[in-house]
């Protein structure tokens, strides 16, 4: 009421009738779905810090060679797709259809090869007698958490493989702009990031430090 | 920018099974989640005469229930595992598919986007999801009632390792617990995407003029518990996929070890019952909130109305609302107090708990304000906000004593506190329900309610709460133990086998009230006066369109809103009422 004038202008910034941050519904949609997807993980990582610091002879079975260098290279797969998203994004705001198309398909070939180089890590400690259930070297917890977390991370890939190449569909049939490809970058650089909490979380504190 | 605040409004669509199932409207979508609120909730309420009846006539054997229930009622007297059995559907229907669905996916879904000046939510189609997702998870959790060993008996918390275990640790452990958790995990989903789709519309959706200090209490409220959703589902989410990895995959994040169940040497180690209590309360604190703020923007917008006056104290209800939102995720160990806890961790949470007794203080100190001096007008949806008002407070002086450790050690696992969260949690959000249902439905449906017929329910219902839920916290004093079906097992129990039978009629009485509101709802759907467009002369968006609104809600108009949410009684005013969109008053106010 006692601000009947500056109503009058009708554009504030929050004044209604615009974007506050500036961005579209399907991008705060997005940056929305990715908060609660961190909370998703936050809690599995808070559940695994929980058994962990509640069992007193966590094993630290992992070596160097082959489990470090492995998730290592998994790690700069994962980061070349990010470039490769990043370079898609650019391309899709430079109107350029078949640069956006191949670099999302470049995405997706990093992200598939990051799932496969998984599942042979996976088959090989499987193979050494780890499972969700138990492991040859101490609290079956180490198994079930790191199953469970890196299951859970994997997933993500698995969707956001899919997921880009819907987009790559949409694009070449030109239903899709430059904004769908930006949200779905959003999308894949966060699953990036949580790998870059699994890997140092997961990996690099379960290695055999020979004490 | 491509999209622009207003996008293109979708042509209304045509088929039957486009505009009434498969519906984009939100509005359809609100409807839908009402009905399916409304089958809970009787579910429920019809479960909880159950567990009456066994509570006061413990011996009592009733031949025609055996024929129903062949299994719970083994020579007509109901088995304390079947009361488990119907006590966790109880609280699970309740808390999840009537208090989550009905006020912000009914209500909420149906007036945010009409109170803010909107066609319809940010994303359609991931709101006719959300809602189809919640049907099939409803679905799911009914279907535990007929599967091998029935409903799981774990209670709503579904705590560990009584709920990881399958099979040996009871009845309905088995696929009924396992039905329990897979339809909890699509609630999440259903519950999470709702909740951005909320977020995004009140953000980015406000028509022209609606600055946030001139939305509704209710948008506030609707807007502060999808924040709440978004952040707290996601965390049971984890939760249940790591409970169901415990009774599928062999894990044992819960289930410690060397834990011997019926004479059973169970393999497991090293796991923890506390973390799944951490996890489920990091959730179960802010749900109860999610349960409630709905309810309390309801309240705010039903006494301005009702009383012919502003909110008293407009700026301080959302400061409240907020606060009370955000200190919800740092409460949870006030339901852990006799977990082991450290006691300088219970301290901090106690000192926490208490701590949003303020903001809920200046919450109620502004109804009353607001009524202070107003011109009431005491319509059945008045009624209904000002018994919320009432059970709050009754409801929630009880949580002061719950929430200090000393006290709460005594009375844990008590009917104190199954008196103080119905109290507060259940009945007041019905209250608040209610209170909607009665303002709104003229909007919703085109036709009113019968008033007589609506303020004899308030008074049968309101009466016949707390004859049930006062008596409850006497008897937690006296020791009558929670979740158990035995109530003349121990001799310090008997006494109390009177306020049993007290409580059990005060259920039957309440509960037949209910039917009162049904023929109510029913008649007023297809028989009831034709509404007006703003029957009760209120000032929010909603009122200046038509009962009930077209598709795009305001028939291609663009609004352009120039006034606060509650301007009732301002002078200088043509009438007693400004509504948002009334043009700027002239004097130089
Ligand atoms: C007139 C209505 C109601 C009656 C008569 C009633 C009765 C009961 C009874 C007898 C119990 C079992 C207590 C025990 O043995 O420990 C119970 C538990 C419960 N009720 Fe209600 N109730 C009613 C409404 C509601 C509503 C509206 C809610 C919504 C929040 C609700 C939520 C719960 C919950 C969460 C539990 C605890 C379940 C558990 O321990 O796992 N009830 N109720
Ligand atoms: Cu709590």
Not at chain 2, 120 to 141: E, H, I, K, Q, R
Request: glycine share 10%; charged share 10%.
């Amino acid at each position: 009421m006692a601000d009947a004038r500056v109503e009058n202008t009708g554009l504030q910034l929050w004044g209604g009738g615009t974007l506050p941050y500036s961005v579209s519904h399907i991008k705060l949609g997005m940056w929305l779905f990715i908060v609660s997807d961190a909370l998703t993980f936050s809690a599995l990582l808070f559940g695994y810090s929980y058994v962990r610091i509640a069992t007193p002879d966590w094993p630290t079975p992992f070596h160097f060679w082959p489990t470090i260098v492995f998730a290592t290279l998994m790690t700069a797969v994962l980061l070349s797709s990010s470039l490769t998203m990043v370079l898609a994004v650019n391309a899709a705001q430079r109107g350029d259809r078949k640069w956006t198309i191949r670099w999302i398909l470049w995405t997706a070939f990093f992200g598939t090869a990051f799932i496969v180089l998984h599942g042979l890590e996976w088959m090989g400690l499987i193979n050494q007698g780890m499972t969700l259930s138990g492991n040859p070297w101490g609290t079956p917890l180490f198994g079930a958490t790191f199953f469970g977390i890196t299951g859970m991370h994997m997933f993500h890939v698995f969707t956001g493989v899919v997921y880009l190449l819907a987009i790559a569909g949409g694009v070449a049939r030109k239903r899709f702009h430059s904004e769908h490809v930006e949200v779905c970058g959003l999308y894949w650089h966060f699953v990036d990031l949580v790998w870059m909490f699994v890997f140092p979380l997961v990996y690099l504190l379960s290695v055999d430090m020979g004490a | 920018m491509s999209d622009s605040a207003h996008p293109v409004v979708h042509p209304a669509p045509t088929t039957f099974i486009r505009k009434w199932v498969f519906s984009t409207d939100h509005k359809i979508i609100g409807i839908q989640y009402y009905f399916l609120a409304l089958i809970a909730v009787f579910t429920g309420l019809a479960l909880s005469v159950l567990m009456r009846l066994r509570l006061a006539w413990p011996a009592e054997s009733w031949p025609w229930l055996e024929k129903i229930f062949p299994l719970g009622f083994e020579g007509g007297v109901m088995s304390p595992e079947f009361y488990l059995a119907m006590l966790t559907m109880h609280g699970t229907i309740m808390v999840f598919f009537v208090l989550t669905t009905a006020p912000q996916g009914g209500f909420g879904n149906y007036f945010l986007p009409i109170q803010i000046g909107a066609h319809d939510m940010a994303f359609p189609v991931l709101n006719m999801l959300s809602f189809w997702v919640t049907f099939l998870s409803m679905g799911v959790m009914f279907a535990a009632f007929f599967v091998a060993g029935g409903a799981p008996i774990s209670g709503w918390t579904a705590y560990a390792p009584l709920s990881a275990l399958g099979e040996v640790a009871g009845p309905g452990l088995g696929s009924g617990q396992d039905l329990w958790i897979i339809s909890i995990a699509l609630f999440c989903v259903a519950s999470l995407l709702g909740a951005l789709n909320f977020i995004t519309t009140v953000l980015n959706m406000r028509a022209k003029g609606m600055s946030l200090m001139k939305m509704p209490l209710t948008v506030w409220t609707w807007f502060t518990t999808a924040i709440l959703a978004l952040l707290s589902f996601p965390v049971l989410l984890a939760a249940g996929i790591l409970l169901l990895l415990d009774r599928i995959g062999g894990t044992s994040f819960f289930i410690p070890a060397g834990l011997v169940v019926s004479d059973t040497v169970i393999e497991s180690s090293g796991g923890s019952p506390i973390l799944w209590q951490h996890l489920f309360w990091f959730f179960g604190h802010p749900e109860v909130y999610i349960a409630i703020l709905p309810g309390m923007g309801v309240t705010s917008q039903l006494l301005a109305t009702f009383a012919r006056k502003p909110v008293f104290g407009y700026h301080a209800m959302v400061v409240a609302i907020f606060a009370i939102g955000m200190l919800g995720f740092f409460v949870w160990g006030h339901h852990m107090f006799v977990s082991g806890l450290s006691p300088f961790s219970a301290l901090v949470f106690s000192i926490l708990t208490l701590a949003i007794g303020v903001p809920s203080a200046i919450k109620t100190f502004n109804w009353l304000g607001t009524l202070w001096g107003g011109k009431i007008r005491l319509t059945t949806a008045m009624l209904f906000a000002i018994g919320f008002v009432s059970l709050f407070v009754s409801g929630g002086i009880t949580g002061l004593f719950l929430g200090q450790t000393s006290v709460d050690v005594q009375l844990h696992d008590t009917y104190f506190p199954v008196a103080h969260f119905h109290m507060i949690m259940g009945v007041a959000a019905i209250f608040g329900i209610l209170g909607a249902t009665y303002y709104w439905f003229p909007k919703m449906f085109g036709r009113m309610l019968h008033e007589g017929l609506g303020k004899l329910h308030f008074w049968l219902t309101f009466a016949g709460v707390n004859a049930i839920f006062i008596p409850m916290h006497l008897m937690g004093i006296m020791g009558q133990l929670r979740r158990y079906a035995e109530s003349t097992e121990f001799k310090f129990m008997e006494p109390l086998q009177p306020y049993q039978e007290f409580v059990t009629i005060a259920v039957f009485v309440t509960a037949a009230a209910q039917l009162l509101f049904l023929v109510n709802f029913f008649w007023g759907m297809f028989k009831g006066k034709k509404a007006t467009e703003n029957p009760w002369e209120a000032t929010t968006l909603e009122w200046i369109t038509a009962s009930p609104p077209p598709h795009d809600n305001f028939g291609g108009r663009e609004l352009v809103v120039h006034h606060g949410a509650y301007e009732y009684g301002v002078p200088g005013a043509p009438r007693d009422y400004v509504m948002q969109t009334d043009p700027p008053l002239e004097s130089g106010k």
